[in-house]
């Protein structure tokens, strides 16, 4: 079996609405059920026994043994492998289907976490399947653990991953920034980054005074607050003349270290003293000697001006059973389920090093010595879980002057989210000079030991985290228009976006010719798809965000966003059919559903009302509908309306909302997009932008406002029934590229009264012969002659076929040879049609390129002013 290609679907998608990866796999010559493969299905079972608990189609454990008894096939198997190597590894997925594309061709298609493992687990399940037919031996626990390593570094630890469950259940969108642990939190304005637990609120002199930890110390000491004495030794003899002046016993640290590396406690001579110092020194060079303070270790955690959770912390160590070694009862407890390497887990590995060894020995141990029975065995005197150590919950203890002094504390140095370091003999008692003292303030504290406490009860810190930075009541994200369709998109985005900034807002738009914030193009080029979408979300500066969504992006990659406030179908007709596997109109409808199935529980779907798909889309869209109809006595209309719906539609030539009154937006004729009602598919797009704003609760005033100021222009709708007076004649340019839109533009092109209609006409090469046949058909019958030419992207079409294709289609239509002229470059083909063009002709020409045919048409213009003045010199 052989993997041809991998695809990641990063957001929601026709295929589920979590992440999924779809890998495309040819299994060659083994199109056979397994079962028919000599001894395939025990070497899976042997390898991987845990599938027997996958239920498959049968819905109860061990329907997926039930299956490969019966004969299923290596794709199915692939699937199932994928899955449980994702379970075992920690991830909980379920989701997955194969299905045959064609041959020998399959679509494997799973649900990931994290797509490194993923794609890993993928060609693992790959190569195992491979071995098995094969009879190799696959030493399975080998690669799963090569797998292991790259999680580790790759996956968000145990803190972060907190913050982003508290995110999502807050219902606030989650990115993860990079392979880091940054992640963006919300879209537009109200998006907020966070690091670990460092917000972008956190002040960085604050982050810089905390890593110092004599700095803090002195401001810690200037606001009146309990702190050991000590000082910063620049060498050895330094060291021994701080530790003999404030008296042993002492501690000794790196100046700028972290996670209790290099850190001493409780040296009680000169001797050990050295020792620490010369380990201390080989992570910074300078070292901090303080007096030690006798007491339990406490993790005060202050999240802005309050304390969330305390933590009492043990050093790491280990409880002798008087049978096993000391290196024993490590390897023991490192077997725990929740120890990993460094942050991968809850608790991380203890480790035997230099500093365990030291330690060891102050308490009289060798590591291979068998200690009596009951006795706790310790490897660090700092109690930080990165070198091993666990946490007990102590929140409902700490003292009320306490928890003020920990919020002083932060606060002196600047922090909004602080670890504050305590040790003293109980947390329940005011801490005072004599009894304790605050040891160090940490900037970006890990959480995990609130989440995850030895004892105690769990504190959801994350959850505070994220309520400080978007406090009940406040905007996590901006509203959100998706807008997808056969036809229409493009000029409902502009609509849209025409009718928001009327309003006030910051508006960021994408659409088949870039992504914009106002009238600004920050991107050129066709920017429909979801990159340009997460693109435009990251923007800081947008109030409002509408995204044109493109039936290729969806197939490709899913959505760019979560969840719309409103999800907008236009409408579905031909096109794009016999590609990516859709081959029926249900299958664009199916695949442009997506739109308002991500839809939020109180937004909006607007749906076409007078098309034949909605009923069928109706089905799957959430939230409320807001259906739009060119006709008032639409049956949909008339139900939806008795039913307490939202509708808009043409009352008496005028645009109305019906939301249990009837309230007039605009007329037809006063939309300038519409050319006084002549280009009637406007007026559906400008309904379906009507709705939309309403839907997000712009006022109807600013709306009709909105409509009335929007023109089909190069300013406002560069590329959409654009219409340019060239002397005695005009030309229509329009991106009309399928059946439906092709009809409708030159229907309203003919309500403009031309003398002739001209056409210069060219199709995608990736569309269909039967429609590439009609489309020159419907041209054949619509003007009086035709420029036939094509696009510089053939899409495989060799030069000239599509061309041939249409010249069939217009002398089918009715036109006669004479007036039909292939001239395959675009701009040769309009400068013909111009040249030729006789008073009171219209042009229409539908282009691959905007810019080249815009430029096309000025240098005519000019040339022809040019003659025009020359004439009037000569006379």
């Not at 009086?784 to 217009?810: C, F, H, M, N, T």
Request: net charge neutral; hydrophobic share 40%; charged share 25%.
């Amino acid at each position: 079996m052989i993997i041809k290609d991998i695809r990641v679907y990063r957001g929601r998608n026709i295929y589920c609405h979590r992440p999924v990866v779809k890998m495309i796999v040819d299994t060659g010559d083994y199109d056979i059920p397994t079962k028919d493969i000599p001894g395939f299905n025990e070497r899976l079972i042997k390898t991987i026994p845990s599938l027997n608990k996958h239920c498959c189609s049968y819905g109860y454990e061990g329907g997926f043994l039930k299956r490969l008894d019966e004969g299923t096939y290596l794709p199915h198997v692939t699937e199932h492998i994928i899955l449980e190597i994702q379970n075992i590894l920690g991830y909980d997925v379920k989701y997955g289907k194969a299905r045959l594309i064609e041959g020998h061709l399959y679509n494997v298609i799973f649900e990931y976490e994290l797509e490194e493992c993923a794609i890993r687990s993928a060609k693992l399940a790959v190569k195992m399947v491979n071995k098995f037919i094969s009879g190799e031996d696959f030493d399975f626990e080998q690669e799963l653990e090569q797998i292991r390593k790259v999680v580790v570094e790759v996956e968000l630890g145990p803190s972060t991953m907190a913050l982003k469950k508290a995110a999502e259940e807050a219902s606030i969108p989650v990115t993860r920034v990079g392979n880091g642990s940054i992640l963006r939190l919300g879209y537009g304005r109200y998006q907020k980054m966070i690091e670990g637990t460092i917000t972008q609120n956190t002040s960085c002199i604050a982050v810089d005074i905390a890593c110092d930890k004599i700095l803090t110390k002195n401001i810690i000491k200037e606001y009146g607050l309990p702190v050991p004495e000590g000082d910063v030794a620049y060498n050895e003899n330094d060291a021994i003349g701080i530790a003999e002046e404030i008296g042993y016993p002492v501690v000794v640290k790196p100046f700028n270290g972290n996670q209790g590396k290099g850190v001493f406690l409780n040296l009680l001579n000169k001797e050990e003293l050295i020792v620490a110092y010369r380990n201390a020194k080989n992570i910074s060079d300078l070292v901090i000697v303080e007096r030690h303070i006798k007491g339990k270790n406490y993790r005060v955690l202050v999240v802005g001006d309050r304390v969330v959770a305390v933590s009492e912390r043990i050093p790491a160590r280990v409880l002798s059973d008087g049978i096993h070694t000391i290196r024993e009862l490590v390897e023991i407890e490192n077997r725990n389920p929740l120890r990993g390497v460094g942050h991968e887990k809850p608790l991380t590995k203890i480790n035997i090093d230099n500093i365990s060894q030291f330690v060891l020995k102050k308490q009289g141990y060798q590591i291979d010595d068998i200690p009596p029975k009951g006795v706790y065995v310790y490897f660090r005197e700092s109690a930080n879980l990165s070198t091993g150590g666990t946490a007990i919950d102590r929140t409902k203890e700490i003292h009320p002057d306490n928890i003020e002094i920990a919020v002083r504390a932060a606060k002196a140095i600047g922090l909004d989210i602080a670890g504050i370091d305590i040790t003293m003999e109980n947390i329940s008692m005011p801490l005072n000079r004599s009894n304790g003292a605050i040891i160090e303030v940490n900037a970006a504290p890990g959480i995990r030991m609130h989440h995850y406490p030895s004892k105690g009860k769990s504190r959801d810190v994350a959850k505070a985290i994220v309520n400080m930075l978007y406090p009940k009541g406040s905007k996590a994200t901006i509203p959100i228009i998706s807008v997808t369709g056969t036809n229409g998109k493009t000029t409902t985005v502009r609509m849209i976006s025409q009718i928001l900034r009327m309003y006030g807002y910051t508006v960021g738009m994408t659409s088949t010719d870039g992504i914009y914030v106002d009238d600004v193009c920050i991107y050129k080029g066709d920017n429909s798809g979801p990159k340009s979408a997460r693109t435009c979300l990251a923007d800081k500066n947008i109030d409002a965000a509408v995204l044109e969504t493109a039936r290729g992006g969806i197939v490709r990659e899913g959505l760019g966003y979560d969840l719309a406030d409103v999800g907008i179908i236009t409408n579905i007709s031909e096109d794009h059919l016999g590609i990516d596997g859709i081959e029926t109109l249900e299958d664009l409808a199916f695949v442009k559903s997506l739109v308002v199935e991500a839809v939020k529980k109180d937004g909006y779907s607007v749906l076409n009302a007078d098309d034949p798909m909605t009923p069928y889309i109706s089905k799957r869209a959430k939230g409320k509908i807001i259906y739009f109809s060119m006709h008032e006595n639409n049956i949909t209309i008339k139900r939806h309306l008795e039913e307490g719906g939202i509708s808009v539609y043409v009352k008496n030539d005028t645009i109305v909302i019906a939301n249990g009154e009837i309230v007039p937006v605009a007329k037809i004729d006063e939309i300038p997009a519409t050319l006084n009602g002549k280009v009637l598919y406007n007026v559906e797009n400008a309904m379906a932008a009507i709705a939309a704003s309403y839907g997000i609760k712009i006022p109807v005033n600013v709306i009709s406002k909105g409509i009335k100021s929007f023109y089909c222009d190069e300013n406002h709708n560069p590329g959409r029934f654009n219409i340019f007076n060239v002397g005695s004649f005009r030309v229509l340019v329009d991106y009309g590229h399928n059946i439906d839109s092709i009809r409708k533009v030159i229907e309203s092109a003919r309500k403009l009264n031309p003398n002739r209609l001209l056409g210069v006409i060219g199709v995608p090469g990736d569309r269909s012969d039967s429609s590439t046949l009609k489309i020159g058909e419907i041209c054949g019958e619509g003007f009086d002659k035709v420029y036939i030419k094509e696009d510089l992207d053939l899409r495989g079409r060799k030069p000239g076929e599509i061309a041939k294709l249409l010249e069939i289609g217009v002398l089918k239509g009715g036109l006669s040879k004479e007036d039909v002229n292939v001239i395959l470059k675009e701009v040769d083909a309009l400068k013909t049609a111009m040249y030729e063009a006789q008073p009171g002709d219209l042009i229409v020409i539908f282009y691959e390129k905007y810019a080249p045919v815009v430029d096309v048409i000025n240098n005519f213009i000019k040339i022809s002013q040019f003659d025009i003045d020359e004439s009037k010199e000569r006379a």
